[in-house]
């Protein structure tokens, strides 16, 4: 019978800092089997976090003293940049048992990104069957729906009924572990509808499968974008996407809670990418987070140093008048701050589809527009302290016009920006900031230390 | 039979900039059979994202050229700034044909935040029992589970076999529309485990139910944050959480494709806080954009006045060495940014309860460690800029010393503020980037310009 757990209330699902160190006592005093009974009763998603949460000693030591303990499931759970250090320290014997049991999809999974020595263990685990799947999935093109389809599913001919598939299912076919669609297909096992299986079950023996088929039935290319597959599963609530090969057949599917992750990975992704933080995870080294981080900061060295350029040809105007030097990163900062709204609001749009060519230029003008508008309030505000502070109202003014000339600035090139960059197949994600940043510096500092030489001095 | 569609290749889904204008050209001609044969072989999502690419105008015009057009489906599906104005278009006999057929969830999400009386016309809409079932689910908490539960699903008792429950769904039972497990419960209608669809289909009629229930089986309570159920529902791949009142007994579900809209949903919350967006849709007004936009840059303006501030500590220095202003906003920047990357790390940790009290000061460590790294490169770089522009190696140590100084504090502010506002109730990514940019621009201003005054006046 089934047990009943409770809501989780603790921080990280099933995983307490209680038991972390009661785990980490066991494995400091070699005690395999107190270790097998923290860990055993775990689900393999929650063992996975305990072991990113420690550090890669503690790791090293839990496994030594806990053999045989580590399911395949663990190991596809795992963030990406743990696996092969765990798997490098799993005897081949536990790899091949851990791996033995997983579905297709997941072994794709774990495998992709491993060394090819690595990968080669693991595969060499798999009964022929199996490892033909993998490799022909491994075949199919990265990040694509035939890559990461499961391939174990549930078929039937399009003249049954639900006696017959019923009698089908309870025969001694082997069935993935999870289905939750019968899809109908020709005899030349062309996809042609499928069936709920609670509409399966609330029908009487005798009814045609194909009177119950959904209304909607929609099919991927192996080789089309798991990613877009994935929004479509979100888009039009599917279960199940199935998907099919060059001649129409149905050779495997995506289903929704491998759909659920890659949009939280390409959230992440779209998230990570603004800040400059590449493909970053929590439990990567030092050395590989300096390095994923060097990219952008260089990036906006080279920007820095252009707007400080931009500085360099007023020199004499900022010797004639301190207080431009004081003043002068407010402007950019500004400009800065909604330059990345707008171009935040932008990148998002871009991913989930709601910014397209029909409505661009609307967002384009509003984009402006509000910058305008905030421009023309904070151009008041600064005005005043301009006034204020320095005793000049001229000063003020110029700090005021130059505030509004970047916050309208900020908005076009917020959003012109990665649409421009979608289109000539850039991440908007990944470039945008830098150059809309580039934009709003230079802007800015011309703008303000301009009017200044100009009207000040 | 069901139709084969074959993958979408557009932009938006079913939706092509062409068809928008052939619905927009049937618009202008008032010709509602057009616009009919246009629009009613679309699913309701995709109407609904052409509704949102439309602009106010012609969204008015199509609602009025398209009468009784518009599915109770097509409302849930619109953004919710969306939803107001369409409500408001309705005729009181339309919107009431259009919400009866919605399942209780959708309707509570369409309801919750529409003003009084359009809540009332929309419950009014609904026969007895569906609006007690749409007032006991508004009457939990917003963002619980009981809010969001789907209050249709199929109980058994836990002693029935496999047969008993199929004649169950045979029998003229209502069913949801969509289900995938059958919950079992006990005399007390106390939930005591599930078993899915597929292993009733493929088991004989005698099986008892209980032997087929899955190994884990987790509710969740009506009050419990629904953001936590999805992250449960994604962490542990279930497809149905079953949700539970004080006596366990079981009143509702929170389906898998909910948890990832509202997975969906937080992922963009957190993008939008980050960038200082706070709630905005594409789709909102001008002046409703404005307004979510002016806190932020007004926050950021209090920082960029006390940087400023900071600057004019050292107005003399500047005024004795005008390099100075052309390089100070370089060691500010390079802050801002490693800062910016590393409470992005942060805050997206937070979410996702990687970062925990059981590794926080490791990662803390982690991430000045990294600002250390990449500041003493950096510091090279500039050192040398400072030498080749300015002629002066002093300037190249100060500016090096400077950026290595800002870099460390960056990644050590980037990590303790997101987890100290995270700690006392503040969600880190609505608060950490003013915080973080207020440090980096402090600090960056002062060591650069303080080391300035010490060392080169």
Same mark, same amino acid.
């Given at each position: 019978?089934?047990?009943?757990?409770t809501?989780?209330?603790?921080?990280?699902?099933g995983?307490?800092?209680?038991?972390?160190?009661?785990?980490?006592q066991?494995?400091?005093?070699?005690?395999? $089997?107190?270790?097998?009974? *923290?860990?055993?009763?775990?689900?393999? +998603?929650?063992?996975?976090?305990?072991?990113?949460? /420690?550090?890669? !000693?503690?790791?090293?030591?839990?496994?030594?003293?806990?053999?045989?303990?580590?399911e395949?499931?663990?190991?596809?759970?795992l963030?990406?940049?743990?696996?092969?250090?765990? /798997?490098?320290?799993?005897?081949?014997?536990?790899?091949? $048992?851990?791996?033995?049991? *997983?579905?297709?999809?997941? #072994?794709?999974? @774990?495998?992709?990104?491993?060394?090819?020595?690595?990968?080669?263990?693991?595969?060499?685990? *798999?009964?022929? &069957?199996?490892?033909?799947?993998?490799?022909?999935? @491994?075949?199919?093109?990265?990040?694509?729906?035939?890559?990461?389809?499961?391939?174990?599913?549930?078929?039937?001919?399009?003249?049954?009924?639900?006696?017959?598939?019923?009698?089908?299912?309870?025969s001694?076919?082997?069935?993935?572990?999870?289905?939750?669609? /019968?899809?109908?297909?020709?005899?030349?096992?062309?996809?042609?509808?499928?069936?709920?299986?609670?509409?399966?079950?609330?029908?009487? !023996?005798?009814?045609?499968?194909?009177? %119950?088929?959904?209304?909607?039935?929609?099919?991927?290319?192996?080789?089309?974008?798991?990613?877009?597959?994935?929004?479509?599963?979100?888009?039009?609530?599917?279960?199940?996407?199935?998907? #099919?090969?060059?001649?129409?057949?149905?050779?495997?599917?995506?289903?929704?809670?491998?759909? =659920?992750?890659? %949009?939280?990975?390409?959230?992440?992704?779209?998230?990570?990418?603004?800040?400059?933080?590449?493909?970053?995870s929590?439990?990567?080294?030092?050395?590989e987070?300096?390095?994923q981080?060097?990219?952008?900061l260089?990036?906006?060295?080279?920007?820095?140093?252009?707007?400080?350029?931009?500085?360099?040809?007023?020199?004499?105007?900022?010797?004639?008048?301190?207080?431009?030097?004081?003043? =002068?990163?407010?402007?950019a900062?500004?400009?800065?701050?909604?330059?990345t709204?707008?171009?935040?609001?932008?990148?998002?749009?871009?991913?989930?589809?709601?910014?397209?060519?029909?409505?661009?230029?609307r967002?384009?003008?509003? $984009?402006?527009?509000?910058?305008?508008?905030?421009?023309?309030?904070?151009?008041?505000? =600064?005005?005043?302290?301009?006034? #204020?502070?320095?005793?000049?109202?001229?000063?003020?003014?110029?700090?005021?016009?130059?505030?509004?000339?970047?916050l309208?600035?900020?908005?076009?090139?917020?959003?012109? /920006?990665?649409?421009?960059?979608?289109?000539?197949?850039?991440?908007?994600?990944?470039?945008?900031?830098?150059?809309v940043? &580039?934009?709003?510096?230079?802007v800015?500092?011309?703008?303000?230390?301009?009017? +200044?030489?100009?009207?000040?001095?």
């Amino acid at each position: 019978m089934a047990e009943i757990e409770t809501a989780f209330e603790d921080e990280a699902f099933g995983i307490t800092d209680r038991l972390i160190s009661d785990v980490m006592q066991a494995v400091v005093a070699r005690d395999g $089997e107190a270790v097998s009974a *923290l860990l055993d009763p775990l689900h393999p +998603a929650d063992v996975a976090h305990l072991l990113e949460q /420690i550090d890669a !000693r503690d790791r090293r030591h839990l496994l030594v003293v806990w053999p045989g303990g580590l399911e395949g499931e663990v190991l596809s759970e795992l963030s990406e940049s743990l696996r092969e250090e765990v /798997i490098e320290q799993l005897a081949p014997s536990e790899l091949a $048992e851990a791996v033995r049991d *997983l579905e297709s999809d997941d #072994v794709v999974d @774990l495998v992709e990104y491993l060394d090819d020595a690595q990968q080669e263990a693991v595969l060499g685990a *798999l009964n022929a &069957t199996d490892r033909l799947v993998v490799e022909q999935a @491994l075949s199919y093109p990265e990040e694509s729906a035939g890559r990461h389809m499961q391939s174990e599913l549930v078929r039937a001919p399009e003249h049954w009924t639900v006696g017959e598939a019923i009698d089908y299912l309870r025969s001694d076919v082997v069935l993935p572990d999870q289905f939750y669609h /019968i899809i109908l297909v020709d005899p030349r096992l062309k996809a042609t509808g499928y069936v709920t299986l609670g509409r399966i079950l609330s029908h009487p !023996r005798a009814t045609p499968l194909r009177d %119950l088929a959904e209304d909607t039935f929609r099919t991927f290319h192996v080789t089309q974008d798991v990613e877009e597959v994935a929004q479509a599963i979100n888009h039009y609530h599917m279960i199940t996407a199935p998907v #099919v090969d060059d001649d129409d057949r149905v050779v495997g599917v995506i289903t929704i809670d491998d759909a =659920m992750m890659f %949009l939280e990975e390409e959230a992440e992704e779209d998230l990570l990418r603004l800040a400059g933080v590449g493909e970053g995870s929590l439990s990567d080294r030092v050395i590989e987070t300096t390095r994923q981080r060097f990219p952008w900061l260089a990036v906006n060295l080279i920007t820095a140093i252009m707007a400080s350029f931009v500085i360099s040809l007023f020199e004499e105007t900022i010797a004639g008048l301190v207080a431009l030097a004081v003043l =002068m990163p407010i402007v950019a900062s500004m400009g800065g701050n909604a330059g990345t709204q707008s171009l935040t609001v932008a990148v998002r749009a871009l991913a989930t589809r709601d910014l397209t060519t029909a409505n661009v230029w609307r967002v384009i003008k509003k $984009e402006a527009l509000v910058g305008l508008i905030n421009g023309l309030i904070f151009a008041v505000v =600064m005005g005043a302290v301009g006034v #204020v502070w320095f005793g000049s109202p001229m000063l003020g003014v110029v700090i005021a016009v130059a505030m509004v000339i970047n916050l309208v600035v900020a908005g076009f090139a917020g959003t012109v /920006i990665p649409v421009v960059l979608e289109k000539i197949g850039v991440d908007p994600a990944l470039a945008s900031g830098a150059f809309v940043t &580039t934009v709003t510096d230079i802007v800015g500092f011309f703008a303000f230390l301009g009017l +200044a030489a100009a009207w000040l001095l």
